[in-house]
């Protein structure tokens, strides 16, 4: 089958390509910034069976606040892929959205692209807290990880919990139908941080205090995917990022 991905560069969407591959499948990147029209140029050599949108903007919320590139990336970018699948006769369109409920713009502009998704019959995908090797080192585990082994000083929200799923987890939950992807039990950062101090024998120095005003408590999900134990997760994960 041919596969179709935007954002294939990405933490998920570089994890899902390797699956697919693995597996025998032909994937093919989607680049951004494409209209309609060029997208429809872009599938009829090898028509998509399957196109996964993975591609965002404004997530990285220290980095990415041009309000102009969420709004084409997140919506119009969405709309003219969903466009393309149908004119080309795409059999399945998987759209990845936010989990976040806290009214940021970024979160307004996901759920214009939830509703789009809908619109074209669209199967929306939300992933929760996903970790594992590969993420964005700017991100919460591998910081702490890499604050462990430097002994660096870093901020905690003490109230903060998270419904964490393993990367390969998200991937295979996707391809067995799941649509709401996360684990089945919410763990707070600090419990994250203890099992990360036992895992490296270390003990981290750290503050509490409020990280990101958009953290909510809608975290915990019906359809968790418990595959690889956090402790798991969280020793492969340490292996990678250790310094």
């Given at each position: 089958?041919?596969?179709y991905?935007?954002?294939?560069s990405g933490?998920?969407?570089?994890?899902?390509t390797a699956?697919?591959?693995?597996?025998g499948?032909?994937?093919y990147?989607?680049?951004?910034?494409k209209?309609?029209?060029?997208l429809?140029?872009?599938?009829?050599?090898?028509k998509?069976d399957?196109i996964i949108?993975?591609?965002t903007y404004?997530?990285h919320?220290?980095?990415?606040k041009d309000?102009?590139?969420?709004?084409?990336?997140?919506?119009?970018?969405?709309?003219?892929?969903?466009?393309a699948?149908?004119?080309?006769?795409?059999e399945k369109?998987?759209?990845?959205t936010a989990?976040?409920?806290?009214?940021e713009?970024?979160?307004?502009?996901?759920?214009?692209a939830?509703?789009?998704?809908?619109?074209?019959?669209?199967i929306n995908?939300?992933?929760y807290?996903?970790?594992?090797?590969?993420?964005s080192?700017?991100?919460?585990i591998?910081?702490?990880?890499?604050?462990?082994?430097?002994g660096?000083?870093?901020?905690?929200?003490?109230?903060?919990t998270?419904?964490w799923?393993?990367?390969?987890?998200l991937?295979?939950?996707?391809?067995?139908?799941?649509?709401e992807?996360?684990?089945?039990?919410?763990?707070s950062?600090?419990?994250?941080?203890?099992i990360l101090e036992h895992?490296?024998g270390?003990?981290?120095?750290?503050?509490?205090?409020?990280?990101?005003?958009?953290?909510?408590?809608n975290?915990?999900t019906?359809?968790g995917?418990?595959?690889?134990?956090l402790?798991e997760?969280?020793?492969?994960t340490y292996?990678?990022?250790?310094i």
């Open positions: 089958m041919n596969y991905v935007s954002g294939s933490f998920i969407g570089t994890a899902i699956y697919l591959r693995n597996i499948e032909s994937v990147r989607i680049p951004r910034h209209t309609k029209k060029e429809i140029q872009l599938f009829s050599t090898d998509p399957v949108h993975l591609a404004g997530n919320y220290k980095a990415q309000f102009g590139e969420m709004i084409y990336t997140n919506i119009l970018f969405t709309h003219n892929l969903l466009e699948a149908q004119v080309t006769g795409c369109f998987y759209n990845f989990t976040s409920v806290s009214g713009f970024y979160y307004t502009t996901k759920i214009c939830e509703m789009l998704a809908e619109k074209y019959g669209a995908i939300r992933p807290s996903v970790y594992g090797p590969g993420e080192r700017n991100k919460l591998p910081t702490i990880i890499k604050n462990l082994c430097t660096e000083r870093m901020t905690l929200d003490g109230e903060a998270h419904a799923i393993y990367i390969d987890d991937v295979r939950g996707m391809f067995e139908g799941k649509t992807l996360g684990g089945s039990e919410k763990i950062n600090i419990e994250v941080a203890h895992i490296s270390k003990e981290l120095n750290y503050t509490l205090g409020k990280v990101r005003s958009y953290d909510n408590d975290w915990t019906p359809e995917v418990n595959y690889t134990p402790i997760g969280l020793t492969k292996k990678y990022y250790k």
